[in-house]
C-alpha cells in the first residue's frame, strides 16, 4: 500500500495570501495524484487531477506541481471560499487508492 | 449534470447487514467504474470498493473484503454496496463516487474520482 503523507495538518493563513500544501508519497505514483477539497458538511470536490491539470471549473489560483513522491497544491490568493480541508489521493497503484491525512486551512 | 445521490444508511447492531444505494444521473451509468469511499467521523478519506462499468470486475480493500460486495444495476443507474458483518470500525458516511479514466503519459489508463455524492451515514453500534 502506497502511504501517503500531508503536510502540515493545519495552516493558519490570511485571506489574501499565498499558500502552499504538502503531499508526500511512500513510492513514486507517476504523477497520478489528485487533490480534493471538503468543506464542512460537504461531499470532496475534485480540483487537480494529473499532479498538475486542474479539473473543469477550477479557478486558476489553484495550481498543482510536482513529481516522483514529492507534491504541492499551491493557492496564488486565498479566497474566503478556499478556508477547507484538502487531501490529496494516488491513484497509480489501481484499485488500492490511498488518500493523505488532509491539510486543513483555517483563518488567521 | 453529474448528480450521486446516496440512500440506505441508518444504525445497525454490530454484526448486522446493510445496503446502500447510490442513484445516478446526468451521465451515461454503464460507461463508467463506480466505487465507494468512507469517512470515519472526524477522520480522513478511506478507498472502500470499486466496481467496472459492466460489473464484471470488483476491487475490495483489505478491510472489507468478505463481508461487503459491491454490485450496480446499470437498467437503473443505480449502484449498491451490501454490507455484512458490521464492526464497529465501520461507522462512517458512505459516498459513492464516479471514476473518469485518461491516459497518462506512459499510454497507461488511469482513473481518478471527479464527481463525489453527499453521503449516507452508517452507524455501527449496540
Known amino acids: 500500500e502506497i502511504v501517503m503523507t500531508q503536510s502540515p495538518a493545519t495552516l493558519s493563513v490570511s485571506p489574501g495570501e499565498r499558500v502552499t500544501l504538502s503531499c508526500r508519497a511512500s513510492?513514486?505514483?507517476?504523477?497520478?495524484l489528485a487533490w480534493y477539497q471538503q468543506k464542512p458538511g460537504q461531499a470532496p470536490r475534485l480540483l487537480i487531477f494529473?499532479?498538475?491539470t486542474r479539473a473543469p471549473g477550477i479557478p486558476a489560483r489553484f495550481s498543482g506541481g510536482g513529481s516522483v513522491t514529492e507534491f504541492t497544491l499551491t493557492i496564488s490568493s486565498l479566497q474566503s471560499e478556499d478556508f477547507a480541508v484538502y487531501y490529496c489521493?494516488?491513484?497509480?497503484?489501481?484499485?488500492?487508492?490511498?488518500f493523505g491525512q488532509g491539510t486543513k486551512l483555517e483563518i488567521k | 449534470e453529474v448528480q450521486l445521490l446516496e440512500s440506505g444508511g441508518g444504525l445497525v447492531q454490530p454484526g448486522g447487514s446493510l445496503r446502500l444505494s447510490c442513484a445516478a444521473s446526468?451521465?451515461?451509468?454503464?460507461?463508467?467504474?463506480m466505487a465507494w469511499v468512507r469517512q470515519a467521523p472526524g477522520k480522513g478519506l478511506e478507498w472502500v470498493s470499486t466496481?467496472?462499468?459492466?460489473?464484471?470486475?470488483?476491487y475490495y480493500s483489505d478491510s472489507v473484503r468478505g463481508r461487503f460486495t459491491i454490485s450496480r444495476d446499470n437498467s437503473k443507474d443505480t449502484l449498491y454496496l451490501q454490507m455484512n458483518s458490521l464492526r464497529a470500525e465501520d461507522t462512517a458516511l458512505y459516498y459513492c463516487?464516479?471514476?473518469?479514466?485518461?491516459?497518462?503519459?506512459?499510454?497507461?489508463?488511469?482513473?481518478?474520482?471527479?464527481?463525489w455524492g453527499q453521503g449516507t451515514l452508517v452507524t455501527v453500534s449496540s
Open positions: 466496481i467496472s462499468g459492466t460489473g464484471s470486475d470488483t
Open positions: 463516487a464516479k471514476l473518469l479514466s485518461y491516459r497518462d503519459k506512459y499510454g497507461d489508463y488511469r482513473y481518478y474520482f471527479d464527481y
Open positions: 494529473g499532479s498538475s
Open positions: 489521493q494516488q491513484y497509480n497503484d489501481w484499485p488500492l487508492y490511498t
Open positions: 446526468g451521465f451515461t451509468f454503464s460507461g463508467y467504474a
Open positions: 513510492q513514486s505514483v507517476n504523477g497520478n
